[in-house]
């Protein structure tokens, strides 16, 4: 996935190494663009209008991802690879321009049971949910392991349940935004999950021009300069980390309005020529009190 992880086990048993190790291992033959033989590599490669059965995992973060599509009017789409490989964010060397297809590539993606095609020349990539997702299906091996107390972090996205050794609640502070003057968050994780999505992780300079590596669905282009940063919280990782991408897309006013009706907790930092502009929703401020 392109980046670390870590976890912190209470009483762990002797084999949660290699469950844990397994259980990526799997999300990354299934889910990872950068495997020319996993299962989202051979879905984007098959022919327009082929179905193909998807494993489980996949299947479970497609649902999720075209859902997400439908909340969020396309600011998250699971099907943009093209774009994301256009703006060099993805792994193909010679990216080339995405095709105009004259309706969001989301909605080139169909359903049926456990399979799905294409029904126009898109492709898929799980880069804003498939972290969260991981984070949960860790999660949940370790709970079969029999694992009660546990903090899991992948990539920033974190997932903590049950308490620690000194019976404290596992408390974590958001990385703020560099060189921006913000009150730090900090919030305790006992079966909850967060992600932060942020325009100082994972950008590319193009001249003079920063290019975020969020992309606008609806412009077909990296975001706007602006979002700094979006933390939502979720009782499920994948969830939180699909939100925070598209309450980035939306930007303050939509995304935070969004986050607001669908009662999320969540926090948006916005570059100003001031500083930064914090905005809280309303599910946030209450658990802060």
């Known amino acids: 996935m392109g980046t670390s992880w870590s976890a912190h086990l209470v009483d762990p048993p002797a084999h949660c190494l290699a469950v844990i190790e397994d259980v990526l291992a799997r999300i990354i033959d299934q889910m990872s663009n950068w495997e020319a033989q996993s299962a989202i590599s051979r879905f984007n490669r098959a022919p327009v209008g082929e179905w193909m059965t998807l494993p489980l995992d996949m299947l479970t973060v497609l649902r999720a991802g075209l859902e997400m599509a439908q909340l969020s009017n396309g600011a998250f789409d699971p099907a943009i690879g093209h774009l994301v490989d256009q703006w060099g964010f993805g792994p193909a060397t010679l990216p080339h321009p995405a095709p105009q297809l004259g309706r969001s590539p989301w909605q080139a993606i169909a359903l049926e049971g456990d399979k799905a095609r294409r029904l126009a020349d898109v492709a898929l990539d799980f880069s804003g949910i498939a972290k969260g997702f991981a984070v949960d299906a860790v999660a949940a091996a370790l709970r079969a392991l029999g694992v009660a107390n546990f903090l899991i972090e992948i990539g920033g996205e974190l997932r903590g349940e049950g308490v620690k050794p000194d019976m404290q609640p596992w408390w974590v502070d958001v990385e703020p935004p560099p060189r921006l003057a913000i009150p730090v968050l900090r919030i305790a994780l006992c079966g909850l999950s967060v992600a932060t999505s942020g325009d100082y992780r994972r950008f590319r300079m193009d001249g003079e ?81």
Do not use: F, K, N
């Not at 979720?234 to 669908?262: C, K, N, P, Y």
């Not at 969540?266 to 599910?283: F, H, I, K, N, S």
């Open 209 to 289: 021009a920063r290019l975020s590596h969020s992309i606008d669905p609806a412009r077909g282009t990296p975001i706007a300069p602006g979002v700094a940063s979006v933390t939502v919280l979720h009782e499920r990782a994948m969830w939180a980390d699909a939100w925070a991408t598209a309450i980035t897309v939306l930007g303050a006013d939509q995304g935070m309005a969004l986050a607001t009706r669908h009662a999320l907790p969540a926090r948006l930092v916005l570059r100003t020529r001031d500083g930064a502009q914090e905005y809280m929703t309303p599910a946030l401020a209450a658990m802060l009190e």
